[in-house]
DNA sequence: GTCTATATTATGATAGAC
DNA sequence: GTCTATCATAATATAGAC
């Protein structure tokens, strides 16, 4: 829990709702100020600077300045995981699957460059997410390895692509096209530049280091 | 030039040597700092702190804070440089000079994490590195591009191979590996934990994006 | 080249009036 | 839930004594 703890929470009520609109706010500030600033530059005084109002009235709405980065982290993490889910599920299980999910995570992640060093490269020191904020990733590990398996068992891929070492190597796939896309191309979208185009390609790689066994050749 | 101009530099005096001892000890501490608290860590005041000394007198050495980030990114640049060519080489020219050269970066960047972050992840937006100190990353791009050129000659890989596309493929890889090194498995050294080992499976996959004409079958 | 002293600015966080 | 006032701390950087 991240938040301050509502005074009265009574559901549906006004306050409740504009008190979560300023949460929201102040989220959104934070994740502009990590945008130009750094991930590193967020400050308390600078978010309260942005939405007008002095540093004090911040710690309505959270107890600290790691308080904001985990509900940043945790709230990154689960819109991630659904923008994965969701673009996962509309492709064929398998490779598709696999490749869709990551190019969403790809786009989204480029859109959000602050948020997406937050949750993938841990750029502050002194923070350590709490392990609520951490659980959407094992799902989103989940997720992958399932489209792995599913690809080994469509023959897409050989049985070896059913492991955590292809888990791994696809981890490092994605996060290096991100990263360098990131590094060296900031502000360019998912699928401009030199790097995040690469993906399909580099992905195609799987089948060459987890080849199918030869059977029938599929249509 | 990120050093304080030297009072009367006379070629090998005793006082000149010792400043410069003095200007590596504290590029040493800065070292130190980041790798402890982190990029954005660095301050004169934490370096002057563990040099024993006031914060003033660091500023007899250099100018500005920025100006240490600066020297550590020329020497960086240089270093790293200088590890990769010796290593490519030793090794016999195109892919093998090109893997022997990647390995021996990721172990120097592994065992200076926050150097190799201020190279290639940019993760202080106020550090703009000077011309001069970029110029090295000139020449490392140089000798990977050759590599690559001496693979696709050699027939080790296809004519493709000798493409910008292919730097672009070969960074994604490294950076992706080491990346995913230094976020998930901090301190661990090159050749240990999940990652570091994939870099030459991955490598392997050059073959697959690039085939080679096949020609005679190589002994 | 070291120090003390200082200017300036910024930070996270709390107490308490309104 | 806002503010003012304040505490405690830290930062970069300079002036000037020694």
Redesign the interface.
């Known amino acids: 829990m991240a938040e301050v703890t509502a005074p009265a929470p009574a559901p549906g009520d006004r306050r409740a709702r504009r008190r979560q609109e300023t949460i929201e706010e102040i989220l959104a500030i934070a994740d502009d100020v990590m945008t130009?600033?750094?991930?590193?530059?967020l400050s308390v005084s600078e978010v309260a600077r942005r939405l007008g109002v002095k540093p004090p009235s911040i710690y309505k709405y959270f107890d600290s300045l790691l308080a904001i980065y985990d509900a940043l982290f945790e709230r990154g993490q689960r819109t991630h995981l659904e923008i994965m889910r969701t673009a996962m599920a509309r492709a064929e299980p398998g490779l598709d699957a696999l490749a869709a999910g990551l190019a969403a995570s790809g786009r989204w992640l480029l859109a959000h460059p602050a948020t997406g060093q937050l949750l993938?490269?841990?750029?502050?020191?002194s923070f350590q997410p709490t392990s609520e904020a951490m659980a959407p990733s094992v799902e989103m590990v989940r997720l992958q390895r399932q489209a792995l398996a599913d690809a080994a068992a469509a023959g897409q891929l050989g049985a070896g692509a059913d492991s955590?070492?292809a888990l791994?190597?696809t981890?490092?796939?994605?996060?290096?096209?991100i990263?360098?896309a990131m590094?060296n191309e900031p502000g360019l979208p998912w699928g401009e530049g030199?790097?995040s185009p690469?993906l399909p390609?580099?992905l195609?790689?799987l089948a060459?280091?987890y080849p199918p066994k030869p059977s029938r050749r599929r249509s």
Chains 1, 2 share one sequence.
């Open positions: 130009e600033e750094g991930v590193n530059g993938f490269w841990r750029p502050v020191p955590d070492e791994w190597v981890s490092v796939l994605v996060s290096g096209v990263g360098q590094a030199r790097f690469l390609k580099l195609g790689t060459a280091l």
